[in-house]
């Protein structure tokens, strides 16, 4: 038993981090206008977040320290700082649509205006981080978070063709319908969604509030090589109910309703049930994530004692910086903007950062004076470099792309 929650950690990160509200979102909007024609993004993504995360939890086991903390010192203040604001900033922008997907998942369940949740979720994101420990935070939320499999219970009830979805998958083409810009624009957008700044720098100071050293090697690549990979299936899913019951129907995404409406439709009641669960399980994760990782990385770079395995009172700056996040999420949330809407920027923005968040680790990940034989090897070393090169491109195209789209209009 302890073996399997030795990778509760893992099955978090994937369910709050890579199926988030940016993930649902932006994988439900592929499938009902590209069908499959993107899923090569999502298997992309799974490999790029599993190379890095690896590296950066490497780091943490093998260093003690957070992935943070040595990138300040290893790169100096300056350039720890200009990481520092972009990862800051975009994760505070995660954050506000995490909030606002608890919100609409509850939305969903009670029939009760968003409005209504939106400080009811920041409350309880707040009191799970300042009472709970970690380890039932990572436990509980990630389990929970499994119940999105029913998406892909879903697309087996649905009785698809899949050859017709395989064939989609394997050989992508842009709808007569559909701009090309608008395809790559979705495509810089899922994988945005995929490899957001905020999961590395979770699972490292998650690797860090669990007290792993060298031993635990072993269990971080069990963390990443089944969370991820499992994100990566749910994504998947997600998209293929849409491409089956939305794009023959020329259904858009605009809602967490229409999100689940390929379930309702194969399952009824019971499987909308289970979705939902998964859902605000996901979000709510997400939104733990996010919170948290806007505390790790100001208490990292500052040098402010941080971390769930200290009582409040001895990182107190640490919980008191999450709080005013929340307070501004809740304030960005009650101009009345739309969750969904925050999401979809959030995704973009979230790829223009990506180099500043993965070259440093890169970076760490190779420096023997932190990780003395646990270097990267010249195979891990060359499939980052490729990664860096994919990660310079979107963040390049993710602007003038969401310029010339109208962000996907």
Excluded at 182 to 196: D, E, I, N, R, S
Aim: hydrophobic share 60%.
């Amino acid at each position: 038993m302890s073996r399997i929650f030795a990778v509760a950690l893992g099955i978090l990160t994937a369910i709050g981090g890579f199926v988030d509200i940016g993930d649902l979102v932006t994988n439900a909007v592929v499938g009902s206008r590209f069908g499959l024609g993107l899923a090569w993004v999502v298997i992309v993504g799974v490999i790029g977040i599993c190379v890095y995360a690896q590296m950066s939890g490497r780091v943490a086991a093998v260093s003690g320290r957070a992935t943070f903390e040595v990138i300040r010192e290893r790169l100096g203040p300056r350039a720890g700082l200009a990481n520092l604001a972009a990862s800051f900033l975009i994760t505070l922008l995660t954050v506000t649509a995490e909030v606002g997907g608890v919100a609409l998942s509850l939305q969903l369940a009670t029939s009760v205006g968003p409005g209504w949740w939106i400080p009811v979720a920041a409350f309880g994101v707040w009191i799970v981080v300042w009472r709970a420990k970690f380890s039932l935070l990572e436990n509980v939320t990630g389990l929970l978070g499994l119940a999105l499999i029913a998406f892909g219970v879903a697309l087996f009830m649905l009785s698809p063709d899949w050859g017709a979805l395989l064939d989609q998958a394997i050989r992508p083409t842009v709808p007569d319908s559909e701009p090309v810009a608008t395809y790559w624009f979705y495509a810089v957008a899922l994988f945005g969604a995929a490899m957001t700044p905020y999961e590395v720098f979770f699972f490292s100071s998650g690797a860090v509030e669990e007290g792993w050293t060298r031993k635990d090697l072993a269990t971080s690549r069990a963390n990443v090589l089944v969370g991820f990979p499992l994100g990566g299936l749910l994504s998947l899913a997600i998209a293929g109910c849409a491409a089956v019951v939305l794009l023959p129907q020329s259904i858009g995404v605009t809602s967490l309703s229409q999100v689940v409406l390929p379930v309702a439709e194969a399952g009824g009641m019971l499987l909308l049930s289970f979705a939902i669960v998964g859902i605000l399980a996901a979000t709510f994760g997400a939104a733990l994530e996010t919170t948290l990782s806007t505390g790790y990385t100001l208490a990292q770079y500052l040098g402010w004692s941080w971390g769930k395995f200290r009582r409040p009172a001895q990182a107190a700056r640490f919980h008191v910086a999450m709080i005013v996040v929340l307070l501004i999420a809740i304030g960005i949330l009650a101009t009345g903007v739309d969750p969904i809407a925050v999401t979809e920027i959030s995704v973009v923005f979230s790829a223009v950062a990506l180099p500043l968040t993965y070259l440093p680790i890169l970076l760490v990940a190779n420096d023997p004076e932190y990780m003395g034989e646990h270097v990267n090897g010249r195979g891990m070393n060359a499939i980052a470099m490729v990664y860096l090169v994919i990660i310079l491109v979107a963040a390049l195209a993710a602007i003038p792309l969401l310029i010339v789209t109208g962000a996907g209009a």
